[in-house]
């Protein structure tokens, strides 16, 4: 199974840009890549998926590089509101192999005035 | 995700009782899946379906068992409940093909 490793907590400023990195040395060929965030007592919300290169949407950006054995979540300017934690999950598309998920530990983003 | 729903939000209990928490969806998804999240562990999948017939065994199984009453119900069991299946409980649900998981709010279980 492809493990995830994450930093487990990161702090950063208002109006900054904040990247969080991911490691799956062991992710298989046809695993994508999720990212989730998650608030205090909330469930995992959905910010980007992406299979390789780069994907961008309203609110973030997903960096994998050519090996695709570690992904990095791009913030643009965050703000207090994005102080939450940020889960990497690794897993085949459609997750028609569901027990083949992995989900990292999170880092803890913490974003200050 | 108010789509998600899980009852109940919050329960305390004693070790061996029977346990049951409740998922329901209104998405319309063919996919519903149980998660528990402990401190410092992310999330660890327990079981999962992909339609109303068919149940599947996660990564953590064991002590917990599963019921898919019809397309939008997904109700997680322990049997008999002991005091390291405190934790919080997720459901979540996603289409066919590659779109993301729907988490409801959780269910946070303390068994003393």
């Known amino acids: 199974l492809a493990k995830t490793t994450q930093p487990i907590s990161m702090d950063s400023y208002e109006g900054q840009e904040v990247n969080i990195t991911c490691s799956h040395n062991?992710?298989?060929?046809?695993?994508?890549i999720t990212w989730y965030q998650q608030f205090p007592s909330q469930g995992p919300r959905f910010i980007i998926q992406?299979?390789?290169t780069k994907v961008t949407n309203e609110v973030a950006s997903l960096f994998i590089p050519a090996d695709r054995k570690s992904s990095t979540l791009s913030l643009p300017r965050v703000s207090l509101s994005d102080t939450a934690v940020y889960y990497c999950?690794?897993?085949?598309?459609?997750?028609?192999?569901?027990?083949?998920?992995?989900f990292g530990s999170g880092t803890r983003l913490s974003i200050q005035p | 995700d108010a789509d998600v729903t899980q009852t109940p939000r919050n329960r305390i209990t004693k070790t061996g009782k029977r346990i049951m928490l409740e998922c329901s969806q209104t998405?319309?998804?063919?996919?519903m899946y149980w998660y528990r999240q402990d401190p410092g562990l992310g999330l660890r999948l327990i079981y999962y379906s992909f339609d109303v017939k068919d149940i599947n065994k996660g990564e953590i199984s064991d002590g917990y068992s599963v019921s898919r009453q019809a397309q939008a119900k997904f109700s997680l069991s322990l049997e008999s409940a002991i005091p390291n299946q405190t934790a919080l409980y997720f459901c979540a649900t996603s289409n066919v093909g590659n779109q993301p998981q729907h988490f409801g709010d959780g269910t946070r279980l303390s068994i003393l």
């Open positions: 999950l690794v897993g085949p598309p459609g997750y028609s192999n569901a027990s083949k998920i992995i």
């Open positions: 998405k319309g998804h063919d996919r």
């Open positions: 992406g299979y390789k």
């Open positions: 062991n992710i298989a060929t046809n695993d994508y």
